[in-house]
């Protein structure tokens, strides 16, 4: 069994950064694409980045910008890049493998809180 394993959420000020880290507990063949969702509370989990396994990203239009999304598939990593945090990116944030069969990975999830 595949768990995805992340890191690097926070406490962080309005106008700071943070980089999240999530890697996969062994190595996974045929990703088709990594990304990373975040849920607030209150509100349903929606797509903050994803790229795909050539390198194709995509962004929400709220984070256009500001995040950063890289992905290694022969290490399994995928990283997001936060810059210029606002508040209303708190959330939690979680790390998604898709695999090449179609099937799901998600990890435990990271909490981030923008706040002064």
């Known amino acids: 069994q595949v768990q995805l394993v992340e890191s690097g959420g926070g406490l962080v000020q309005p106008g700071g950064s943070l980089r999240l880290s999530c890697a996969a507990s062994?190595?996974?063949?045929?990703?088709?694409?990594m990304g990373w969702y975040r849920q607030a509370p209150g509100k349903e989990r929606e797509l903050v980045a994803t790229?795909?396994?050539?390198?194709?990203?995509n962004y929400a239009d709220s984070v256009k910008g500001r995040f950063i999304i890289s992905g290694d598939n022969a290490k399994n990593t995928v990283s997001l890049q936060m810059n210029s945090l606002q508040p209303e990116d708190t959330a939690v944030y979680y790390c998604?493998?898709?695999?090449?069969?179609?099937?799901?990975?998600w990890g435990q999830g990271t909490q981030v809180t923008v706040s002064s």
């Open positions: 790229i795909s396994s050539g390198g194709s990203t």
């Open positions: 062994k190595s996974m063949f045929s990703i088709r694409s």
């Open positions: 998604r493998v898709v695999a090449l069969s179609g099937y799901v990975y």
